[in-house]
Structures are given as structure tokens and as C-alpha cells.
Nanobody
């Protein structure tokens, strides 16, 4: 059974950095889409960043531009989200989602990121 496990979350102060990891296990298909989402308290889930590994296409939400960096390794079945200059409004549960070549999508369980003094 395919599993996605996010790690790297936690509590940081404004201006600090975190790198989230999403490790995929039990997956034999190539990943065609790696996407990070987040859901803040009382808010709807929103897209943070998308990476399409084969063409190397990357897209960021406006709030992530210039502060967040998405990367991934299809061979190692891992995705990353490096977050710099974190702000209190970045506080959310962050989710990793992947899509594989046969069209199936998988979600991680989510990881909490808190940005506060």
C-alpha cells in the first residue's frame, strides 16, 4: 500500500526557515506531479506549490513566491518544500500530494507548521 509521510514541521519564530519532506513508500509508478497544500486554522485547503518532474515545471502560489522552494526526486520518491522567512500567516497543516503516471493520486496525513513568537 502506497504511503506518504511528511516530516520536518514544527514551531519556529517569524523569519526562520523549515524544510518539509514527503517520503513515498511502496510506490512502483513514476510520479508525474508533486504538490504541497496547506490548510490554516479556519481556512480552506490551498495550493502552495507544484512540481512536474519530467518537464521540470514549477508553480507557486502568490504567497509562496520568493520564500518557498519546491523540489523533488522521482527516483528516490521524495518531495521537499523549503520555506524561508516564515510568517505567522504560514501557520497551517501542510499536506503532500502526488499523482502517478496511471492517474492515481495519494495524499499524506499532513504535518503541522506553527510560526509564532
Amino acid at each position: 500500500q502506497v504511503q506518504l509521510v511528511e516530516s520536518g514541521g514544527g514551531l519556529v519564530q517569524p523569519g526562520q526557515s523549515l524544510t518539509l519532506s514527503c517520503t513515498v513508500s511502496q510506490l512502483t509508478w513514476d510520479i508525474i506531479d508533486m504538490t504541497w497544500y496547506r490548510q490554516g486554522p479556519g481556512k480552506e485547503r490551498e495550493l502552495v506549490a507544484t512540481l512536474l518532474p519530467r518537464p521540470g515545471y514549477i508553480k507557486y502560489a502568490e504567497f509562496a513566491e520568493g520564500r518557498f522552494t519546491i523540489s523533488g526526486d522521482n527516483a528516490k520518491k521524495v518531495a521537499y518544500l523549503k520555506m524561508d522567512n516564515l510568517k505567522p500567516e504560514d501557520t497551517a497543516v501542510y499536506y503532500c500530494k502526488i499523482e502517478v503516471i496511471i492517474g492515481t493520486t495519494y495524499w499524506g496525513q499532513g504535518i503541522q507548521v506553527n510560526v509564532s513568537n
